[in-house]
């Protein structure tokens, strides 16, 4: 099993320019998010989905879009990158319930000029 | 709404000693509390976790966290560092009831010098 995989590892971007974040799991957990790194800051929680065609909005959402057709994929779009969207981006997972453990993706560094 | 404060951003240590990473919540309901390790370059993976039960919890690599309700506050402990440990730490919290999202603290970077 690959587990959780992110696509690309790394991505330039100018000002203004739209581009797709990819998540993918093979474990069949209905629980996926997307969470941004920024140093002194944590990670931040951008938008979430505990099921196929049901998603919602984190602590972050501005500029960020996402959907949810298949169990399997969770993309995250920048519609117009900004500056301030530099960051490092983390896909994470898990199975619903009371609890289970979220596992996260290797993440993807972007940079937007 | 919940929010997680780490009161120190880094931690130099030498190896062998015993270290402390502060970690203190707050929210107005029940949490799951959680400890996150990054090491240089990778993603997040778990650490250890207090679910209910005993308020001691232990990793299979030396660390301990102690949950304690009173003073809102789940500190990461380890008797002796290796080199090994040096890495990013973050302690986050989920409110039992309701969906997972978890909020992070700000994180502490754990340096084990020789």
């Known amino acids: 099993n690959a587990g959780v995989t992110q696509t690309p590892k790394f991505q330039v971007l100018k000002t203004g320019q739209s581009m797709t974040l990819q998540c993918a799991q093979d474990?069949?957990?209905?629980?996926m998010s997307w969470y941004r790194q920024d140093p002194g800051m944590g990670l931040r929680l951008i938008h979430y989905?505990?099921?196929?065609?049901?998603?919602d909005q984190g602590e972050v959402p501005n500029g960020y879009n996402v959907s949810r057709s298949t169990t399997e994929d969770f993309p995250l779009r920048l519609l117009s990158a900004a500056p301030s969207q530099t960051s490092v981006y983390f896909c994470a997972t898990a199975r619903s319930g009371s609890y289970n453990e979220q596992f996260f993706g290797p993440g993807t560094r972007l940079t937007v000029l | 709404a919940q929010s997680v404060t780490q009161l120190d951003s880094q931690v130099p240590v030498f190896e062998e000693a015993p270290v402390e990473l502060r970690c203190n919540y707050s929210s107005s309901v029940s949490v799951y509390l959680f400890w996150y390790v990054q090491y240089p370059n990778q993603g997040l993976q778990l650490l250890l976790k207090y679910l209910s039960g005993s308020t001691l919890v232990k990793s299979i690599n030396g660390f301990e966290a102690e949950f304690n309700k009173s003073q809102t506050s789940f500190h990461l402990r380890k008797p002796s560092v290796h080199i090994s440990d040096t890495a990013e730490y973050f302690c986050a919290v989920r409110i039992i009831q309701g969906a997972q999202k978890l909020v992070f603290g700000q994180g502490t970077r754990l340096t084990i010098n020789p």
């Open positions: 474990m069949n957990h209905e629980y």
């Open positions: 989905s505990v099921g196929a065609g049901i998603t």
